[in-house]
């Protein structure tokens, strides 16, 4: 990896704009916000002056009763990441993360990277301000950076790639080099944008909300600006970055190669690939690294690009990588052989040793016991889990929102600690990422409404009722929507916009797959286990509340499976693996999720209920979403979603539906058409 020197600094400004007196109200008005945040120990009466003074340059006096408290010393930081993929916002208040939220849950289009005016929206209803409120608006990139990285990719190639460069250009000069211009536009915010580095972001979403003073950090992704990983440490407020590793060299483009070449779509189908690799045998590892990639002790690699063709933006491999692996790419959506099973397992094995190395060297490197990871390679659950078991670090923390998503948090928090120099209070061994509880929820009178106002046949539940009718209808073996409290921020359902299942029974993988999500059928679910029984479900003692670690079902649950040789995939999966089988996966490993009740008591109180039922404290959840869509967000989605599938029961907050009371369903089946597939 190669040093570069790392500040977080503003390359755009666009304070004022055509109305002069307007753009000094907002200079001056931020200036007394800066001064009243660092002077929150001053007498009371300094700050009621300085209030008053701060209400008197707003142009709405009347908000002042309302918003008095707002005042005194607060600031709101708006962190923006878009038009890559998974488009997100997320505000912050005096360095409190108060929400955040994916564009795709509310324009229903799945990692939609447009413009996050509907999170931004979001954001600002749930801070109760209004975007003149905001003190800075941070975006987490610095497109010219990443521009430049373009344009030195195409000269590389030229004239090969002009077709994908003339039609990435529009959106370059209409958008992305001119973020300050269309925040400004979309929003209506009249201040200055700040920029993070990409994976200063990524970095200071993984430290910041992490509960750890100190710890080494690590990102991995498939490209930021010109860096693809960086390591470094972060120790209270500050966050040092050591070291980058440079495009082309990448860990998560080499891992994206693979999810093209076998059939699954970039950027989104990598987990399916993850997902895949049990079924297969590493057979293909020795020349992944004898040939494509050379792997350094520090887990640093390179690859040899006569094997890619991401340079020039028209596809991820060549016809070279092709020839290696026996034939072309497979076409999405055919039948996946075993060809690809072995793919899966060799890159998933390399992945795997890239990222324990690198984790190694990291370690040796800060001489720190924890390790906070973030970027899109960090969703690898396997490999997560592996750094934990086999790893030097006593502890890791994965931020839920890995991906490109939580850059809009990392940079609202790097401007609060890195630019504003605010002081980290003590993490306490608790983390602030609230469970990743951090989107919209609806009232009970709001699911009402709109129940009531369509004429949906529904019950009423009290209280303790809830998780008792929900457990009730899982252990009879029924799959049930559940929609409870705030939506979840990341890629991942965490017990707020799931769907569960019994998963005692052999077919509700199967069922699951194929009558409610439409997908293949080879995908395991993630177990919820209550926090205090995973141990006696899987092998681990350390809470997995993001979903973000694999870990192996205990022994004794185990039930040894027959030989492998001659049988297909979905014969393999028809065997049984484990007493609780639909969330064992075809290694014995589970994906799974650890609930306390203290960030989700409703969905805790579920998983105990169940427990009283039937002698079992999991509970299979998946995402409360079909193939293709993103997790719903409203309650509009989640009834659209119980009546497109099969789904039995539909609870939302104290509301229960039954899927033979309901009306009929009336779509045509044209809106599978509507959705990309994944
Ligand atoms: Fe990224």
């Not at 939609?112 to 209803?125: M, Q, S, T, V």
């Not at 992305?176 to 200055?192: A, C, N, R």
């Not at 016809?319 to 039948?335: N, S, V, Y």
Request: glycine share 8%.
């Amino acid at each position: 990896m190669s040093g570069r020197p790392h500040c977080l600094r503003p390359i755009a400004r666009n304070g004022g704009g055509a109305d002069r007196t307007k753009g000094a109200l907002a200079i001056a008005r931020k200036w007394i916000y800066f001064i009243l945040a660092r002077r929150a120990q001053q007498p009371w009466w300094r700050q009621v002056v300085a209030t008053i003074v701060c209400v008197g340059l707003r142009r709405n006096i009347g908000t002042f009763f309302i918003r008095f408290k707002d005042y005194q010393v607060s600031i709101h930081i708006l962190g923006i990441s878009c038009f890559y993929h998974d488009s997100a916002a997320c505000i912050v208040r005096d360095g409190s993360i108060l929400a955040a939220a994916q564009e795709e849950r509310f324009t229903r289009k799945k990692h939609d990277p447009r413009f996050p005016r509907n999170a931004i929206k979001y954001c600002l209803e749930e801070a109760d301000i209004k975007i003149h409120d905001v003190g800075y608006v941070v975006f987490y990139d610095k497109p010219i950076l990443t521009f430049e990285r373009i344009l030195m990719s195409y000269l590389t190639v030229a004239p090969k790639g002009l077709r994908s460069w003339l039609e990435a250009m529009p959106l370059w000069l209409g958008q992305k080099l001119h973020i300050p211009k269309v925040i400004k536009k979309e929003t209506g915010y009249d201040g200055d944008v700040l920029f993070t580095e990409h994976h200063e972001a990524h970095a200071a979403s993984a430290f910041y909300p992490s509960p750890f003073n100190e710890a080494a950090i690590l990102t991995i992704d498939g490209v930021g600006e010109w860096a693809t990983g960086s390591y470094g440490f972060g120790k209270n407020k500050d966050i040092t970055l050591l070291k980058e590793l440079h495009f082309p060299d990448s860990v998560g483009l080499l891992y994206s190669a693979f999810t093209y070449f076998t059939g699954f779509k970039v950027n989104s189908g990598e987990y399916k690939l993850m997902g895949l690799a049990p079924y297969g045998m590493p057979r293909y590892k020795d020349l992944i690294l004898s040939e494509l990639v050379d792997m350094k002790e520090d887990g640093s690699v390179r690859l040899d690009l006569s094997y890619f063709d991401f340079l020039g933006g028209l596809r991820m491999t060549s016809k070279r990588f092709a020839k290696l692996f026996g034939g072309p790419p497979r076409k999405p959506e055919a039948e996946i052989t075993q060809r690809e099973m072995d793919i899966a397992a060799s890159i998933q094995a390399v992945a795997e040793e890239i990222m324990l190395r690198m984790a190694t060297h990291v370690h040796k490197e800060t001489g720190q016991e924890n390790l906070c990871l973030a970027g899109g390679v960090a969703l690898n659950c396997v490999a997560n889990g592996r750094i934990l078991r086999e790893g030097p670090f006593e502890n890791i923390w994965i931020q839920p929102a890995a991906g490109d998503a939580g850059g809009a948090m990392g940079a609202a928090l790097s401007v609060w600690y890195r630019y504003l120099g605010n002081d980290r209070p003590n993490p306490n061994d608790n983390d602030s990422q609230q469970g990743s509880y951090l989107g919209p929820s609806f009232s009970n009178e709001a699911v009402r409404t709109f129940l009531e106002s369509k004429g949906y046949p529904f019950h009423r539940l009290n209280g303790s009722e809830t998780s008792r009718a929900v457990a009730e209808q899982v252990a009879e073996g029924k799959i049930v929507g559940y929609m409870a409290g705030r939506m979840e921020f990341g890629p991942r359902a965490l017990g707020a916009r799931s769907i569960l299942g019994d998963p005692r029974r052999q077919d509700t993988q199967t069922v699951m797959n194929l009558k409610i999500k439409y997908r293949e059928s080879f995908r395991p679910f993630a177990p919820s286990v209550i926090e205090e029984k995973a141990s006696e479900y899987f092998e681990m003692n350390r809470p997995s509340p993001y979903m973000l670690l694999v870990a192996d079902v205990q022994k004794e649950r185990r039930i040894s499976q027959p030989s492998r040789d001659g049988v297909s995939m979905l014969e393999r999966l028809k065997v049984k693996r484990s007493d609780i089988p639909a969330v064992t996966h075809l290694d014995y490993s589970a994906r799974l999720q650890t609930v306390n009740r203290t960030h989700k008591p409703d969905y805790y109180d579920v998983i105990s209920e169940f427990e009283k039922l039937t002698g079992c404290a999991v509970i299979v959840n998946t995402s409360f979403n079909v193939r293709g869509e993103p997790i719903i967000c409203s309650p509009e989605d989640a009834y659209r979603c119980f009546m497109r599938t099969e789904m039995d029961v539909l609870v939302m907050e104290d509301c229960i539906l039954f899927k033979e009371e309901q009306p009929p369903w009336q779509e045509s089946e044209e809106w599978r058409d509507e959705l990309e597939l994944d």
